[in-house]
């Protein structure tokens, strides 16, 4: 499985240092969600408030649908990658929480080769940290229930686990390790 996408490697320890970066501020959106803190999907208010910051400050890229820009996979005129879809025709819903906080607050470049350009601006100073929980919020309210559990597994303790997936989606203890043969 590829949960780095594109920039592959480095994500397990981003997703320490953005936990740990999120420190104790905006405690009133985190109030009921676990410890690290993950953006809650199934609290309409959080989820309100990320749809008007989505359409504020990313809409004009990834799209009012959330439907990203046009051939998003393939490099544009310029040599850089479009905006990914937000939805569940893109790839956002592989990411952590903590993975998704990380990239908004400084972008793709620094999970890149050196040297590569991107179009998506780093948000870290210019967006509270609460304002970019609450537009992950918002992105993944809009995914299909197998989505959101998909992604929740990425999150420690399943943070983020749809209360519509009546189903317990904790996965066993030893499902990830290696087959082995004799
Ligand atoms: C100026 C255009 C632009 C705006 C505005 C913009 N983005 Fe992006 N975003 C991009 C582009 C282009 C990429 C793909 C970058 C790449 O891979 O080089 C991207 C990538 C991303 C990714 C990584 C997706 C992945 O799975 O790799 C996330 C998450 C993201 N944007 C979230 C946001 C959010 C949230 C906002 C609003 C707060 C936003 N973006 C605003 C252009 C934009």
């Known amino acids: ?25 905006a405690a009133w959106l985190y109030a009921s969600s676990a ?4 953006a809650d999907a199934d609290r309409p208010e959080l989820v309100a408030r990320g749809a008007e910051i989505y359409q504020q400050r990313c809409a004009s890229c990834h799209g009012v649908h959330l439907e990203g820009q046009k051939n998003w ?34 972008s793709v470049a620094d999970e890149a080769p050196p040297g590569y350009v991107s179009d998506m601006p780093a948000y870290e100073g210019v967006l ?8 992950i919020a918002y992105i993944k309210h809009s995914w299909p229930t197998g989505v959101r559990v998909y992604q929740a597994l990425q999150n420690p303790d399943n943070a983020g686990m749809p209360a519509t997936g009546k189903e317990d989606w904790r996965l066993p203890a030893d499902c990830g390790a290696e087959p082995s043969r004799q």
């Open 1 to 25: 499985m590829v949960f780095g996408g594109r920039y592959g490697a480095g994500f397990a320890l981003i997703g320490v240092m953005a936990a740990a970066a999120l420190g104790g501020s």
């Open 73 to 106: 996979q393939h490099l544009n005129a310029s040599g850089r990658l479009p905006a990914p879809p937000h939805d569940q025709t893109g790839h956002s819903w592989m990411h952590s929480d903590a993975q998704l906080i990380h990239l908004i607050k400084h």
């Open 35 to 38: 410890n690290p803190p993950f």
């Open 128 to 135: 509270p940290d609460r304002d970019i929980i609450a537009v």
